[in-house]
């Protein structure tokens, strides 16, 4: 499941994007640090959105259980798009 406000970025942009989303989102009353992409607050906000949609609840739903679920969706989203730079030697 790709998120489609990312396309265009490359994987590591992508996955700094998912990570500062996944910031935002385990402290959402901090206040923002430097962004270094344009839009990048609404891209981070987009993120959630997704993340929220992709495990079903409603966004701003804040029990435990939920907000496990979308914290393990983006930590799994950023894995994959941190392994899709990793160029594995050939032997």
Request: charged share 25%; aromatic share 6%; net charge negative.
């Amino acid at each position: 499941m790709k998120i489609s406000i990312l396309n265009g970025f490359d994987n590591s942009t992508a996955a700094a994007l998912v990570a500062g989303a996944a910031l935002d989102f385990d402290r959402p009353y901090n206040a923002p640090a430097d962004f270094t992409v344009p839009n990048e607050q609404e891209i981070r906000a987009e993120i959630l959105r997704w993340a929220h949609e992709a495990i079903g609840v409603p966004e701003g739903t804040n029990d435990p259980v939920s907000r496990e679920r979308v914290s393990d969706l983006l930590d799994e989203e950023f894995e994959r798009l941190m392994l899709a730079d990793t160029v594995v030697p050939s032997s």
